[in-house]
């Protein structure tokens, strides 16, 4: 698969930025049972359906809508939630461009999972790091271990 900014965090755990309709078939070929969505419903990339589409491919879809300039603890204690419920499932979690999603998995793994930092982050969260504004500074400030 070539989905944008696609990362396998875990054997069971994958993450991306926004998946085609095309993409989610192959998302279920690969054995994934389960999506999140963590981008906004408005935002231009996004998939007409996306619930629809990926639960007619027999996959559950969970949709948490993150602003992406103002997430917060609460979003994450939803997604954590979400994910301990799926613990023994394939999850494929996405955004727009896996941002959001490399923040919420390096706290969720580390909090839930006892990863550590190292294990917890992605090669677009380490992109992001320098750049990453006051906001997201914050939030992933919750995680046990910092980069």
């Given at each position: 698969?070539?989905?944008?900014?696609?990362?396998q965090i875990?054997?069971?755990?994958a993450?991306s930025?926004?998946?085609?309709e095309?993409?989610?078939e192959?998302i279920a070929?690969?054995?994934?049972?389960?999506v999140?969505?963590?981008?906004?419903?408005d935002?231009?990339?996004?998939?007409?359906?996306?619930g629809?589409?990926?639960?007619s491919?027999?996959?559950?879809?969970?949709?948490?809508?993150?602003?992406f300039?103002a997430p917060n603890?609460?979003?994450l204690?939803v997604?954590?939630?979400?994910?301990?419920?799926?613990?023994?499932?394939k999850?494929?979690v996405?955004?727009?461009v896996?941002?959001?999603?490399?923040?919420?998995?390096?706290?969720?793994?580390?909090?839930?999972?006892g990863?550590s930092?190292?294990?917890?982050?992605?090669?677009?969260?380490?992109?992001?790091?320098?750049?990453?504004?006051?906001?997201?500074?914050?939030?992933?400030?919750?995680?046990p271990?910092?980069?």
């Open positions: 698969m070539s989905i944008l900014n696609q990362f875990t054997d069971k755990i993450s930025g926004q998946p085609t095309a993409q989610f192959e070929a690969n054995g994934y049972e389960a999140i969505n963590l981008a906004m419903p935002h231009k990339n996004a998939v007409v359906n996306e629809s589409i990926v639960t491919l027999g996959m559950a879809y969970i949709h948490i809508p993150v602003p300039d603890q609460d979003h204690a997604f954590s939630g979400c994910m301990d419920t799926l613990k023994n499932k999850v494929w996405h955004c727009v896996n941002a959001r999603v490399s923040a919420f998995l390096f706290c969720y793994l580390q909090k839930q999972r990863l930092a190292q294990a917890s982050v992605t090669p677009i969260l380490e992109r992001w790091l320098p750049e990453m504004d006051a906001v997201w500074r914050e939030f992933i400030s919750h995680a271990e910092q980069l």
